[in-house]
């Protein structure tokens, strides 16, 4: 208030003074000016800072990285050691075997890997938290998929699922995502190879496919609909959109990796024995290649 | 005692581990899922009951940390909650800012938080042995039930609140003090009493920085508060400063400051030395902030530490306030939450949420809050709407697949139809909704046989036969047949005689239509718990209707509870999903979805949005949460 009455009795005024008191006023909303960017550039450094730290309390926290078309997302089922894997990347001075537990909330970083910055990003990979995935799908430029490899013929139907619901997600295909599926936990004896575990995925995704085609949404395409009053119209529609391109692979031919138009990796992996089996090189030259 | 005890960030990075006996496949991995994750209703809401063990958590929402103790279940350790309180306080107080790194792309390591063993050994034995000490005083005279738990959980309360006022009243004299102070100089002469006298004090030194306008301030203000609190050696105090030293540290981070940083480690170790030395000379090891006040306040000391000073400077000058909120460094408490929760609160009441999943709700979002540093043009009810949606999607979002089609293939491939058992109470539209799933099964080129299992309510079985008529006129392959056995029959015996009929005639589902019974009717309710076990069908779906509200929650709990208690089975079943009926009707009033996924864990497979046949969806959550959270 002190200032635009400054202001308006410079501008009345015609003596030299004023002028000054003119140059002192303009001077002074400059500093406010500078100090309001300063304040609100702070003040949103440390609500990143604080999301970053946060991240599973809030939706801000996916925001904040939505926008980074450098995402490398890491996802699968629970317990397959995701987590794992984002640590050994993130840290790559870390010598011992990182502990780990279930996740409940969304590991991300800045991380360098050979010359490129890029996100790396771990979901929990609990049911529940489908939704973060399917957030981060939209930027991911390649997509790491962790496999049991000991108890996946025991979960075949649910981890075919979860790897469906990737390869099937409509900025996936439309962006031909690369995606890595690493059969992780080689250390164990009854680990399965990832060429019988290849064969085991295509074999369900086969029969997924089928079912997948004949998801309640098929009805709206069947019979005549009768308008029934309801406001979800326009979401249906959107729902269909992103279900366009639901079949994977070629109708009437065996579903296999290669029909896919994005190329899809299918690597071994320990990481309970600090990656001697696979290495580390192989995920390193993998998301070398996502940069190219 | 202890089996184990973890220290975790939310992410699943194990930060520091400390295990006294094996414990077997992870009991606390089975916590996050069960408990923190899926939100399963718990006895208590600290304690949860995993194989042999019981656990005990707490959480560091600033730092995106958890605590956890693991014990044998047969043990009763009262100490925990103090544990896990004091464990917490060391923990941070030694470890902020390497926890702080884990998000710093700069760092290239795990930090390394062994060196908490030994602190961690003896904050076991001080918690320990306070615990004997107290059991040692009440030894020989019977418990007053002052002591029980009981008088804790009708007292707590009213102590909390009394608390509180004395602490309002205090904060009221503080900034009467620093008021008064600005306008006269002779406040502290007028007042004779010591405490008024330390708030004259601070108030002068108040005034006086308020002309310096940068975050020196803050820091000076909170050495003064500090300065009243380091005189006298009691817990109180010694626990403000240490909040007070969190709340600088970070604030020197945040500056991005190198000196304000420098500065802030050298403070840290002095007073970890501080502390080691006074472990040294007295031969005890000295807890953080040991105070049974702080104990029975807000279990999060740290924020209500920090959040106590930034009430007193927002109080003392209007102007400081302002400048304070715009810097941010906010840290949320319950008390900043109280407000905007209660808002969100209403208005998932006012969609149609039963209340006491709203209440719920509420508070578990509010419990994630607390304690997190927000920028300070945030908008607190921005970032409450954020959390809930988070939650909301999380509760809505289903766990086991809704995939039906896919279990119907299983099961063919052993030889059996799949049997699906429809219920609910009266007129919420079983029949209807059965036919539609029929009609989408027999689109899918499924044999469908549907059981009339309504035995009671007259017209019900011709009602499913004009359905199969035309079920049968509409679809090309008309493999749907009805079984039925006429009325006053009992239903379990066609069920069962409806799937055998199945299996030998090559049907691939069987839809078993029962009777509607309001949830209080025993005897009907007995009745649907026989031919669940007697059949013990792959899905029982509930029927509800999108118009119920606080009935929800007691529709399907005794539902769950008749199948659980009348089934005379050791492994009861219980509700596999719901069929949300008159969708179409509701507007944006779609509470009840969540009232019902809370309340059983279970997916909404369907929803049914009018009378014809294909009026049957799936649920879009997105749409459900945006309808919930308009305004």
Known sequence: ?292 | MLDQFTITTKGGVVLWCKDYASVGPYPVDSLVKDVLIQNTRTESNSKYISGAFTLQWSFANELNVIFVAVYQKILQLPYIDDLLKHVKKHFITRFEQDIKQLVDPSCLDIPDFDAFDEEFEQVVRAVEDKERRAKNDRHGQPRKFEETRKFQTTAKGAKLELEELAQSSEMDLLSKGRRQGGKMRSFAERHGSENSAKAGKKGGRKVKENRVWDGQVTKESMQALDYSGAKSDDGIDSGRSVSALIDESSRGIRTADGIYEVADVAERSSTAGAGADGADGNGEFVLLGDDDSASDHDDNGMSKGSGKLSSTGGIGSVFFGMFKSLTGGRVLSAEILAEPMARMREHLTNKNVASDIADEICKTVAKSMIGVRVGGLQNIRKLVEQSMETALTRILTPVSSTDIIRDIENAKQKGRPYTMAFVGVNGVGKSTNLSKVCYWLLQNNKRVLIAACDTFRSGAVEQLRVHVRNLRALSENQDVEIFERGYGKDSAAIAKDAIAFGASDGFDVVLIDTAGRMQDNEPLMRALAKLVSVNSPDKILFVGEALVGNEAVDQLEKFNRALRDFSGQSKPRHIDGIILTKFDTIDDRVGAALSMTYTTGQPIVFVGTGQTYTDLRKMNVSQVIRALLRA
């Open chain 1, 1 to 292: 208030m002190d200032d635009t009455a400054r202001l308006v009795e410079s501008t009345t005024s015609t003596s030299s003074t004023s002028s000054l008191l003119l140059f002192g006023t303009i001077f002074i909303i400059v500093i406010s000016g500078i100090v309001w960017i300063v304040l609100q550039r702070q003040s949103a450094a440390i609500s990143t800072k604080s999301l970053a730290l946060a991240s599973g309390t809030s939706v801000a926290a996916l925001q904040s990285s939505k926008k980074r078309s450098n995402t490398v997302l890491i996802t699968g089922p629970i317990g397959a050691g995701k987590t794992a894997l984002w640590c050994y990347i993130r840290f790559p001075e870390n010598k011992a075997a990182p502990k780990t537990q279930t996740s409940m909330a969304v590991n991300s970083a800045e991380v360098k890997v050979g010359d490129v910055n890029i996100c790396l990003v771990d979901v929990p990979g609990h049911q529940k938290h489908r939704f973060d995935r399917d957030a981060f799908l939209p930027v991911a430029r390649g997509v790491v998929f962790v496999i049991d490899s000991v108890s996946v013929s025991q979960n075949l139907t649910s981890t075919t699922e979860l790897l469906y619901d990737v390869l099937a997600n409509k900025h996936v295909q439309q962006k031909e995502t690369p995606v890595l599926i690493l059969c992780n936990k080689q250390d164990d004896p009854s680990a399965l190879s990832n060429v019988r575990i290849k064969g085991l995925l295509e074999e369900e995704i086969d029969r997924l496919r089928a079912s997948r085609q004949a998801d309640i949404g098929s009805l709206r395409n069947v019979g005549a609909i009768t308008g029934a009053a309801n406001d979800n119209g326009d979401d249906d529609d959107e729902a269909a959109a992103e279900k366009a391109n639901d079949f994977l692979g070629y109708d009437g031919k065996r579903f296999s990796f290669e029909d896919l138009p994005n190329p899809v990796q299918i690597n071994e992996s320990s990481m309970a024995m600090n990656m001697s089996i696979g290495g580390m090189e192989q995920i390193h030259s993998w998301i070398a290649d996502l940069f190219e």
